[in-house]
């Protein structure tokens, strides 16, 4: 028995194609608005544009590619230029700026007597107004491929306006089609539901360009993009509901075998655990040849094909529903990893806690908690006992925190006989008088590597093996690294300067450097192995905007810290970084390194870098129950989901922030259509609906544990 839940396997605007429980392979790039059915063992691809609709099939997936054998199969089967509806509608006959979301949909004789067929709604565009209408044709060959014109008498590429109960064309902005069947009971028939200002409406057909009285989808609230049924095995229904970069499922109530009626809102079922992220516009769902049931949708770069799992919500063996974003207290500067069926999570450690290293580990996300792995039984590295400190610290020194531990995995082509996993750390030493007077500080970076192959250890010295011992970092003489912290990792995928890179951060400006302005820097080295850089390093970035300078004075400095490396689908190699005092407007901004084509720019230079002008990126002032968000680390699930984990002090009953800092996980993706001369890659959206503010802390997330 197969119940429906929708959960797409992909990441990213381009259309690809996987079976439940494969990762999504993008199948075309460049369609706006995709469509996608299977009939008789054809695929159609139906696809907006600025004029026209195109239709394209295939007899495979793979076949719809570009370059194929399939663009000689490409039809337009609409042309604004051809349609007098147009001018009837608008009062200019070349007033459309796009024609946008085609719906094919085939009626029965019993859905429609006398009007039974293949049809496609879509919706037009009007330029530089917001006024929109739906339209649709009717095939004149009967078959899905067309020609298309107009249903009651035949005319070649002429629309007929989808009309209200009154006779009039739905009232405009009417936008994004899309069709519901429900097949038995008192509420048998087809029904239209549409979007107009970004709220969802739906009402009942009486023929195919005519409906009923309708109602507010309610239920469905923000899903600007529209709704999109999907049918289950079993007679399941449900509404794939997507807007503001996400989709979330309704399901049609049923009783006793019997649907609930689909214009009342308490029909439908919300599902608020498992939202997909980085969709954008509307998912449309079909079954394959082999009956098997997938979704066609858009993400940054194209368009998609993926699996549809089983109906109402994820199963628990696929998705673990955490009881909130909370995902540890006590984290500082959180680093999670998800390897092989189990998450790894590694903290920042200070006083009163001691300077060591732990990494917890358990098969569920839910029990990465202090009460089910106390930190003190986890340790895998207690500096103190290392025999390095003493050699490159000085003798009798001791080692006060470490700070800000990241777990990299290396492979045997990006370092040939140093593949494995890596973790990187910055130790810190303060210096006092006899008496115990404080006088100075000394950070320096250091790595354990794993010699098991797994996450699991055991964590030795990656060059001499030895237990418990850990590898500064050495700069190009090969001496250890004088001063650094937040140590992270950047891989430029291609071109001149491919290569990984390590990021950490230098204070200027105090006592090492007084006569500079008391601030940090993002520096940047290229690395020659795991543990050693070659030539001098660049910086990434210093304190420039506003933002990052709040705060700063005599004693503390302008904050540009954490940096941390993320990926987009189509090569935009992004940096978030934290900045603002912690106690001031703490958050995330956001770099892009520059490129043309696969040529990216030199990292180390900070001309290469462009930063956000609208930052911050995330950012949790007025947050009624944290304060001080940060320091972000990035992980994907089995499905290829986005999240990153990042630590906040959460706020007490007085108003007050706690002194300890928990960790948290959050959903976050790329909006790759947000371009701008700052983010020419696009803009990363984080948080719950990707708003860029923390989610309350009792929201649920869904990160998919098995595929």
């Not at 119940?3 to 429980?21: E, V």
Request: glycine share 10%.
């Amino acid at each position: 028995m197969h119940r429906l839940s929708i959960l797409i396997f992909a990441a990213s605007l381009n259309i690809a194609c996987a079976y439940a429980g494969d990762s999504a392979k993008m199948v075309r790039k460049g369609e706006q608005t995709p469509f996608m059915t299977c009939h008789e063992g054809t695929y159609y691809l139906a696809t907006g544009g600025t004029d026209r609709i195109a239709l394209i099939k295939s007899t495979s997936l793979e076949g719809l590619a570009e370059g194929s054998a399939v663009e000689e199969n490409r039809n337009y089967i609409y042309n604004t230029d051809c349609d007098m509806t147009v001018g009837a509608l608008f009062g200019n006959e070349n007033c459309i700026s796009h024609v946008l979301s085609p719906v094919l949909q085939h009626f029965s004789e019993e859905d429609f007597p006398g009007n039974s067929g293949w049809y496609v709604y879509f919706t037009l565009c009007k330029k530089e107004t917001a006024a929109k209408r739906i339209v649709v044709m009717k095939s004149l060959s009967g078959r899905p491929e067309g020609p298309y014109g107009y249903p009651a008498n035949g005319i070649p590429i002429q629309s007929q306006p989808v009309l209200d109960a009154e006779g009039n064309p739905l009232v405009s902005p009417a936008a994004n089609p899309g069709i519901v069947k429900i097949p038995s009971g008192q509420h048998k028939g087809v029904y239209l539901s549409w979007t107009r200002t970004g709220q969802p409406s739906i009402a009942r057909l009486t023929s195919p360009w005519q409906v009923l009285p309708s109602s507010p989808l309610k239920a469905a609230a923000q899903a600007s993009s529209g709704c999109s049924a999907v049918y289950g095995d079993n007679g399941e229904i449900a509404l794939a509901c997507s807007g503001n970069g996400q989709t979330r499922k309704l399901t049609l109530i049923r009783k006793n075998g019997d649907y609930a009626d689909p214009l009342q809102n308490s029909s439908w079922a919300v599902d608020e655990t498992s939202p997909i992220y980085g969709v954008i516009g509307r998912i449309s769902s079909f079954r394959n040849p082999d009956g098997e049931l997938l979704a066609c949708y858009v993400r940054q770069g194209g368009t998609w094909v993926s699996g549809i799992a089983t109906l109402p919500r994820i199963e628990p063996s696929s998705g673990q529903p955490g009881p909130s974003t909370l995902l540890r207290t006590n984290t500082p500067d959180p680093c999670l990893v998800y390897d092989n069926g189990c998450f790894y999570l590694t903290m920042t450690m200070t006083p009163p806690d001691a300077a060591f290293l732990a990494i917890v580990k358990d098969k569920d996300l839910n029990h990465l908690t202090e009460d089910a792995h106390p930190t003190h039984d986890n340790i895998i590295y207690d500096p103190n006992r290392d025999p390095m400190v003493q050699e490159v610290f000085g003798k009798g020194a001791k080692i006060a925190a470490l700070w800000s531990p990241e777990i990299h995995y290396f492979s045997e082509e990006e370092f040939p006989g140093n593949s494995g996993w890596y973790i990187y750390f910055a130790l810190r030493q303060v210096l006092r008088t006899p008496d115990g007077k404080v006088t100075g500080t000394v950070m320096k970076t250091a790595c354990l590597k794993s010699a098991g192959g797994t996450l699991d250890g055991p964590w030795v010295h990656p060059v001499t093996g030895a237990p418990g011992s850990a590898q500064p970092l050495l700069d190009k003489e090969g001496k250890v690294i004088k001063r650094s912290l937040g140590p992270s990792v950047l891989r430029v995928p291609s071109g001149e300067y491919r290569g990984i890179y390590l990021m950490c951060v230098l204070m200027r400006g105090q006592t090492e450097y007084p006569d500079s302005v008391f601030q940090q820097r993002i520096l940047i080295s290229h690395f020659s192995s795991p543990w050693h850089m070659e030539g001098e390093p660049g910086t990434v970035t210093t304190p420039t905007q506003e933002w990052e300078m709040r705060g700063a004075g005599k004693k503390r400095p302008r904050v540009v810290e954490g940096p941390t490396a993320f990926y987009g689908d189509n090569g935009g190699v992004f940096l978030t970084y934290s900045a603002s005092p912690f106690f001031s407007d703490y958050g995330l901004g956001q770099l892009t390194l520059k490129r043309e084509g696969a040529n990216y720019a030199n990292p180390m230079l900070e001309e290469s870098w462009i930063k956000y002008d609208r930052n911050p990126v995330f950012c949790s002032v007025g947050h009624p129950e944290i304060a001080g968000a940060g320091h972000g680390f990035f992980v994907r699930d089995a499905a290829g989901g986005r999240f990153f984990c990042y630590h906040a002090y959460p706020v007490l009953e007085d108003g007050t922030r706690s002194t300890v800092r928990n960790a948290y996980l959050e959903p976050y993706w790329i909006d790759e259509t947000d371009i701008s001369a700052s983010a020419p890659e696009g803009v990363i959206k984080m948080g719950i609906g990707g708003k860029g503010q923390p989610g309350p802390v009792n929201s649920e997330i869904n990160f998919v544990t098995k595929q």
